[in-house]
């Protein structure tokens, strides 16, 4: 195993930063690869609690160097204060984390883009995370992003942005918005360009060195397959390619080398923001998840949507991906339920019905098939050993195993970095 892919299986916050960090203590390179600080990886360690917004979740490790490879795009105030908070916690950065010059970066346009479509959007709105991700992204492809490589040249950078304001200054006039000024804007990034600049350089090369030399490179995937514009429940969804093919375009791996996809799950379904959810609780059993889970999000503080685990999602998740093996996270959540219901397929006007055979409008209307598992009602908080799981609790992952056809590999029954079963 030496090109293992992390990859959130639902709609994103399933617990991927306490995974990477686990597999990161035996990883050379940890490549955060797409998205931006739309994401927020929880890690709990021996260093303290990190909210990881756009650092690798395994830069804990020291053994890796960590890599924000050319896919990711960077709010830059926030990556400085990232940086600054790991510095704090006494880790070390100097030559443990590149930043590709290939970054895109989100720029003060871009955040307010972001609310004047959702606005403009009203009761249709996405529910971003009001970040700037989407307008960055659309700039990318439509070729009037502002890279990195454009800030380390001053000049370009201002005829870049005179260019860009032109336009978007437009846009936000109509819209009843000031405009931007330009000088504020180069003031701002030009002082945050020198924080920045110890750590960008290119690491096509390196990372074809560490192919080479068979080294252990871990992918921390973002979001998640359903958030994937193309796979995903579109337009409720996130700008990058979140599904395992991301990983050429985004951080210059050839999809030949990947030996593992770990699809992360968690043992029930959350979503934040808009969209077609099939398996929701609104009663008091979602507020009970909801509660037990601590389902607020790591990035915006909103209130999480529970429901059952679905396994229709992740059958089809594990098709599109090429699932390796399963990490199923905070199971000790449902420790306490009586009685758990797992989603095994979907009903459309009576007829059996599939995720893939129809868009966001078609997924608001299908109705769960649920199967009816005893609980455990036992703590398994800590627990380390399969062999010390609840029967009820085994019966549960097997169950999961035999409706997605994936194994599981790693069960995770708390927070801490140590908490976890290697089955
Ligand atoms: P955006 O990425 O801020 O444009 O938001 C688009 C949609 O993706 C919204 O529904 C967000 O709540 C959701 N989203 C984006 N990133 C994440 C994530 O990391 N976890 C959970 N939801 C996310």
């Known amino acids: 195993m030496s090109v293992t892919l992390i990859i959130g299986s639902q709609w994103g916050d399933e617990g991927k930063g306490k995974i990477v960090d686990f597999l990161s203590l035996q990883s050379d390179y940890i490549i955060r690869f797409h998205g931006g600080n739309n994401a927020g990886h929880t890690v709990v360690n021996k260093y303290g609690k990190f909210p990881m917004h756009l650092v690798p979740s395994g ?7 960590g890599i924000i490879s050319n896919g990711v795009i960077l709010d830059l105030e926030v990556l400085i204060s990232e940086i600054e908070m790991l510095k704090k916690s006494g880790i070390k950065l100097k030559n443990r984390l590149l930043i590709s010059p290939r970054c895109h970066l989100i720029m003060p346009y871009h955040k307010l883009l972001d609310q004047v479509y959702e606005e403009a959007k009203g009761k249709n709105k996405t529910g971003t995370t009001g970040r700037g991700i989407g307008p960055t992204y659309a700039d990318k492809v439509s070729y009037n992003g502002i890279r990195i490589w454009d800030l380390l040249d001053t ?4 005829e870049k942005l005179e260019i860009q304001l032109k336009i978007k200054n437009g846009i936000l006039k109509s819209l009843g ?5 330009a000088k504020t804007i180069e003031k701002t ?10 750590y960008i350089a290119e690491p096509f090369l390196l990372l074809q060195k560490a192919l080479k030399e068979k080294k252990k490179i871990l992918l921390e995937g973002a979001h998640a397959v359903f958030l994937d514009p193309d796979w995903g429940t579109y337009p409720y969804v996130t700008a990058s390619t979140i599904v395992a ?3 050429n375009s985004q951080a210059g791996i050839p999809p030949k080398f990947l030996s593992d996809v770990v699809g992360v799950v968690k043992a029930y379904t959350t979503r934040v923001g808009e969209g077609p959810f099939p398996t929701e609780l ?5 507020e009970i998840l909801r509660k037990a889970g601590n389902e607020f999000g790591t990035t915006t503080g909103r209130p999480r949507r529970c429901g059952w685990f679905d396994a229709e999602l992740i059958r089809f ?3 599109l991906n090429g699932f390796t093996s399963i990490a199923i996270t905070k199971l000790d959540v449902l420790d306490s339920f009586s009685e758990i219901k797992v989603c095994v397929g979907y009903k459309y006007k009576g007829e059996k019905a599939t995720y893939s055979q129809g868009d966001d409008q078609f997924l608001m209307k299908v109705v769960p098939v649920y199967k009816t598992l005893k609980g455990w009602q036992a703590t398994t908080n800590g627990l380390t050993d399969y ?3 609840p029967l009820n609790a085994k019966k549960y992952i097997e169950e999961i195993e035999k409706l997605t056809g994936v194994s599981v590999k790693y069960i995770s029954t708390g927070p801490h970095r140590h908490d976890i079963i290697v089955k």
């Open 245 to 247: 093919g991301g990983i």
């Open 177 to 181: 918005k000031k405009p931007l000024s």
């Open 155 to 158: 000049k370009r950078f201002s």
């Open 282 to 286: 609104t009663g008091a059993t979602g």
């Open 387 to 389: 062999k010390k799981l």
């Open 317 to 319: 998740a594990a098709l």
């Open 59 to 65: 830069i804990f490790s020291k053994r890796a160097t």
């Open 189 to 198: 990034f030009f002082e945050m360009r020198g924080k920045i600049m110890p």
